[in-house]
């Protein structure tokens, strides 16, 4: 996946589906304030959430939260979020990275894991998922090619969002 000159990865599929500027900041190297508090507390469910099982694996493009043999020798990735509240961001972060195994020859299932609400979503890479995330693909090449960020956009997520400062400082705060 790509076209070799921006490197795609799938935390950048997920800022997509939740707010293209904040793909493009993150696309562009200009990188959240790495102790903001829920930045924080996403690496520390990460690392908490399933001890027993925890094996992070780095690929390029990919950061797996939780990599397991499933059955029948199944690989099983599985990415693990504080709530399901960006579900469909979700699924397109976990999709791109099943995507990315099947180019490599690697079948797997996904899980999208939510601790906190003690659900677990078994996700296969069925044709529709594919065809999102090559579509999403496009897009965010497209956005990312740009020279400059699309404007802000008050969304849901933007007041406790890592970039909200990047985004709206000078402005009343009426979000």
């Not at 791109?96 to 690697?106: A, P, S």
């Amino acid at each position: 996946m790509g076209n070799g000159t921006v490197p795609l990865t799938g935390t950048l599929f997920w800022y997509f589906g939740v707010c293209p500027r904040e793909a493009w900041l993150m696309g562009h190297g200009l990188e959240p304030y790495p102790d903001h508090e829920l930045l924080a507390l996403g690496r520390l469910l990460q690392e908490t959430a399933y001890p027993e099982g925890r094996k992070e694996i780095t690929l390029p493009g990919m950061r797996l939260d939780l990599v397991a043999h499933g059955p029948e020798g199944t690989l099983v990735v599985a990415e693990v979020k504080r709530s399901s509240g960006y579900r469909e961001a979700h699924l397109l972060q976990l999709g791109y990275y099943l995507v990315r195994l099947k180019e490599e020859g690697i079948p797997a299932m996904g899980e999208l894991r939510y601790p906190e609400e003690r659900r677990v979503e078994r996700v296969a890479l069925t044709p529709d998922l594919e065809a999102k995330v090559r579509a999403a693909e496009k897009a965010l090449l497209e956005l990312l090619r740009s020279p400059i960020p699309p404007p802000p956009k008050r969304i849901p997520p933007c007041p406790t969002c890592a970039y909200y400062e990047f985004c709206f400082i000078g402005e009343e705060d009426d979000a």
